[in-house]
């Protein structure tokens, strides 16, 4: 004897007792109440009995109604599926108004017999299943209310009761019916658990942060038609944050290179004293008040092309040193020149010592060719107080520590730049949250 | 071992590439005994000091030893 199988219809319709529109509906054997989308009765129908009509959706339909209309098919997660119902809902603030409203679409696998969920809320989606198992919340009525598993933590993120604001299609189970539900998420991004409980019982559900272009894709719409993001969803994954072990270990070993090209270049060519000299001003009494004869340094060579830091200090004492000086290269008369302006002052003011300015200063001068040099000294001062001496000394191949720091930010600026944008990130997906550690 | 590194930085290839040019940079300094964001020297005739310079202005055209 055998036993053939009723092929089960991939759709049927029936009419809306309200406005006798037909409504086309996809998962025969399950669905039990609709939504007119012609007059918008919501009414349960079994197949037996005559169809109730159990209320009705007269508020305006969301916005974006047309963006995966029912019966639109798709692919989603390998699995064929079809949008079989949508519902507008919105959270009941505890003064009894409704606040943040979000869709949720009823995808159908026909193959599988079984629904999904998709909801968008500002512009992120995720996909809703059920967990098929429970979960044990630590400290539950608490802020810090958490779930772990496997070694994830899932934070409480929202705790709230919702309202239908709007709905279409069909359903398996009465909307309605959730209004006396209590709903908690934990999450652990890009997954979201979420608790849906009465007096009776607790089911749990499983969400996933999935890309709006990933939603496009699976129902074949214009990626440009989303619905456009605002701020971070609350299980959206940053995209920083993969990347942050890579980034640190590509960071450490540039800056270990710098490090060590830096210590190399020492190495190679230490800091040599070329010159190291007294010189003492001598007032021109030819010339205008203050100014000092030209005073010439002792001749010095540079075996190679280098940098030459040119330390002086001067026995300045309440008074101002004017100092342009040239380094003159013996063989080309090529030369290079910069003026220094060196002050210093001190006193005691009401028994307390005081000081301004510096009695030193230092230039450098890069690529010095290699030659014999020296330097001369055109000071200007102010006239009065004792011509100061200067101490002069000449180093070659110092140590450019301002490269090494100048490269050493650059280094650091892209690095500093993803951690800004992580932890804004975070910032952001929290704000949107009574949990998060900025209210606490 | 290579191919495990590679991997690894390979989300951050770019990066990568983009480090180049500060290093590179610290090495043309290096290399060329330049002070990158520039020195103190004022000589118009040795702003570019790699050629010698005519003798022109200036102090240093004066006691030349």
Known sequence: MSDTATPRPESAQLACPECGTLITYYDVEGS??????????????SGESKPKVLGNYKSVPPPELGLLPIGTTGTLAGQPCRVVGLVERAELARNGKLQYRWLEYQIYQPVTDDYAQLAVFKGHWTV????????????????????????????????????????????????????????????????????????????????????PRAVAAAFNVKPGDMPAQDGVGAVQP??????????????????????????LLINRHPPTTLLSENLQVVADTAAAPGTGRVLVSPSFTLGHQAALEIDLTATLSNQWLELPVSLVNEQTGQGFEFTKNIEFYSGVESGENWSEGSRDADAVLAQVPAGRYHLNFYPFTEAGPAAPAIVVRVVADPALWSNFFVVFCLLLLYPLYQYIRRASHETQRWNESDYGPINA | MLEQLWNFLRPVRLYALLLLLPLGWFAWGATTSRRLLGDDNESTETLNASSPGHRGGGHARFYHK
Not at chain 1, 158 to 168: F, K
């Open chain 1, 238 to 263: 940053d995209a920083v944050r993969a990347t942050i072990p890579a980034l640190t270990l590509l960071t450490g070993l540039a800056l270990g290179l710098l490090l060590l090209a830096q210590v």
């Open chain 1, 128 to 211: 809703i299943r059920p967990a098929k198992q429970t979960f044990k919340v630590k400290s539950p009525s608490t802020r810090h209310a958490r779930v772990e598993v496997s070694g994830e933590t899932y934070k409480i993120y929202n705790r709230y009761q919702s309202r239908v604001v709007w709905a279409v299609g069909e359903f398996d189970w009465n909307i309605e019916g959730d209004d006396q539900l209590r709903f908690a998420e934990y999450i652990s991004p890009p997954t979201m658990l979420i608790q849906e409980r009465n007096k009776d019982r607790e089911t749990w559900y499983r969400a996933e942060h999935i890309e």
């Open chain 1, 32 to 45: 039990e109440y609709y939504a007119c989308a012609s007059c918008h009765a919501y009414f349960k129908y």
